[in-house]
């Protein structure tokens, strides 16, 4: 409401110097001799046309950005961060199931858009007792062989957030390090050694 009373303001002022703002000016208390009325009238117009003026300049990803720094939502903040920053994260489904994987796209903060994709790296299940990682799909070669007429895209895992039970940044040396030796019958231990 602000902006549309320097608006209005800036009216008055201006009829003085200028004979068609004044003409505006008068037809428009002609019309409606209620106080402030241009005010209301000039906020609901901004309220209209700003949405689109903004957009124009500040990007969806920019204002997802935004969005988020001030949300609760940490889950949706992690896989922001992992997708920007190009990090694999490890994601454990209420199936027992996990992906390891790169963020191709994050949930944002509209109810209606609650998936994650993921291009996986491997996948598994978690033990049923003492929830390590079992690996049973190592990705990695069938990226590498795939054929022409497929693409990254054809890879790509939608995951409902519905279904997340944890998820967090996944470091292979890290996992290699520290982990993964202290888990028996780990197919893929090796999976992730540098090259």
Do not use: C
Not at 11 to 21: A, I, M, R, S
Not at 45 to 56: H, Q, T
Not at 103 to 122: C, F, G, H, T
Not at 153 to 178: L, M, N
């Amino acid at each position: 409401m602000g902006v549309s009373r320097l608006l209005t303001w800036s009216v008055l002022y201006w009829q003085q110097k200028y004979f068609v703002v004044g003409l505006i000016a008068r037809t428009w208390n002609d019309i409606t001799p209620e106080p402030y009325a241009g005010s209301a009238v000039l906020s609901f117009l901004i309220g209209i046309v700003a949405p689109f003026a903004v957009n124009r300049f500040i990007s969806r990803q920019t204002a997802k950005d935004w969005a988020l720094k001030g949300s609760t939502d940490d889950l949706a903040k992690l896989l922001h961060s992992a997708m920007k920053r190009e990090l694999p994260v490890s994601i454990s489904l209420d199936t027992r199931k996990f992906y390891i994987a790169y963020i191709l796209r994050s949930p944002n903060l509209d109810p209606e858009e609650k998936n994650i994709v993921i291009l996986p790296l491997a996948s598994g299940y978690r033990d049923k007792t003492a929830l390590t990682f079992r690996f049973t799909t190592d990705y990695t070669p069938a990226y590498k062989a795939k054929p022409e007429h497929i693409t990254e895209e054809d890879f790509q895992i939608v995951i409902p957030v519905s279904s997340v039970k944890s998820a967090h940044i996944f470091d292979p040396k890290v996992y290699a390090d520290a982990f993964s030796k202290k888990q028996t019958g780990n197919r893929f231990e090796d999976s992730f050694d540098d090259d």
